[in-house]
């Protein structure tokens, strides 16, 4: 049996839905859950002893993990809640003065606009480009001058699924001297992410859709040398933190220095486990997303139904365009049937455990609601 067979067994969603809905939240499979249960399991019968235990190296052993998953050093990885917060932090951490540009896009998720948006007091101008999907990184690049201090992108993006080429991307940022900022939140987990053969300086993703772990989890990489003095301070971010003295700071150098307070433990344990897995196991994973999101548009196509998503550019995220998509989705839902109502029409995101046969069933029941 492969992998992706033994694997299928232990997510519990399969055997009651078609569930094509990895790009807003994953079922987490059983051998990530135990990870978090038996953490809490362990709270729950010895307080704060398992806690230490997980602490004493100050998460290295997870940071590792996760860190491997994107060709990453451990001490370049830090924790942070969500993918929102992690942004911020790169949008105050850098030290953006009146006059400096942010190029990003109009068909970004609000995650990777929004906290730019509080820059514009300062008079940092954000260029919204309008891209084309064939022509997307063109079109970003087209608007970058000496200016642009960052360009700040999703590797796939949500609503349209293409993937996009960060390399070609980071070049061209690093010849008028701008950084790169990924949200790799759709990507990691389905398809490869090297941070740095992308050569790029930051990368966020909340864990709960490719990653399948808890919500919660989710993790930063800052490049080496960058934002050394973060933009908030808490009792974790000081190198001298568990000696409780409130008087006397001294920033932290390692990547503890973003994670302001307590981490959610539980959730990351189950990340770095699904890092771990992924790893592991990427040979077979990435290569079954492509396949199946091949299988998708084909058969898509081949019902008639448009599909946005263009065919050489994508990852785990495939758009069938749909009139009313929210109303076919929630239809679709009677049917034991799990998609996104997303961009211009309903949003299928198979993982790797998904089989061709569920992909027909949904995409026929899509054709015969849809007209
Ligand atoms: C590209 C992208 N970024 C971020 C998020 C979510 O952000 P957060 O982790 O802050 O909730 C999503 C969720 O759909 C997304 O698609």
């Known amino acids: 049996m492969k992998f992706h067979e033994d694997f299928r067994n232990l997510v519990p969603v399969t055997k009651e839905y078609v569930y094509l809905n990895h790009a807003a939240i994953s079922p987490i499979p059983l051998p990530i859950l135990y990870e978090s249960l038996r953490y809490l399991l362990d709270i729950s019968r010895y307080g704060s002893l398992p806690v230490n235990d997980e602490e004493n190296d100050d998460f290295y052993h997870l940071r590792e993990k996760v860190g491997k998953l994107i060709n990453a050093e451990p001490d370049t990885i830090s924790f942070i809640p969500n993918t929102s ?207 199946l999101t091949d299988f998708v548009i084909k058969y898509a196509e081949e019902q008639g139904l448009e599909v946005i998503t263009p065919k050489n550019k994508k990852a785990g995220i495939v758009i069938i365009k749909t009139n009313n998509p929210k109303e076919l989705s929630r239809r679709l839902l009677e049917k034991k049937i799990v998609v996104s109502p997303r961009g211009n029409g309903v949003r299928i995101s198979t993982h790797f455990y998904n089989l061709e046969d569920e992909v027909k069933i949904a995409i026929d029941e899509i054709r015969k609601l849809a007209f």
Request: hydrophobic share 40%.
């Open 85 to 291: 917060f992690g942004i911020n932090i790169i949008a105050h951490g850098l030290d953006l003065n009146e006059g400096d540009e942010i190029v990003t896009d109009s068909l970004e998720f609000p995650a990777v606009t929004y906290p730019f948006f509080k820059l514009k007091k300062k008079n940092i101008k954000i260029v919204i480009v309008k891209p084309r999907l064939e022509n997307f990184e063109d079109d970003l690049l087209s608007s970058i001058s000496k200016k642009t201090r960052l360009i700040a992108i999703s590797h796939v993006s949500f609503n349209t699924g293409v993937k996009l080429d960060i390399k070609k991307i980071s070049k061209e940022a690093k010849s008028v001297g701008a950084y790169t900022l990924v949200d790799i939140i759709q990507s990691a987990g389905a398809t490869e992410v090297n941070v740095k053969d992308f050569d790029i300086d930051f990368a966020v993703a909340g864990g709960y859709k490719w990653l399948m772990s808890p919500q919660g989890s989710g993790f930063m990489y800052v490049k080496k040398g960058l934002i050394e003095d973060p933009p908030f301070y808490g009792w974790r971010s000081s190198s001298n933190y568990l000696d409780f003295n409130s008087e006397n700071f001294m920033l932290e150098k390692g990547p503890r220095r973003f994670e302001i307070g307590t981490i959610d433990v539980a959730a990351n344990i189950a990340l770095a486990k699904s890092c771990e897995i992924v790893s592991q196991h990427k040979d077979e994973i990435y290569p079954r997303i492509q396949n």
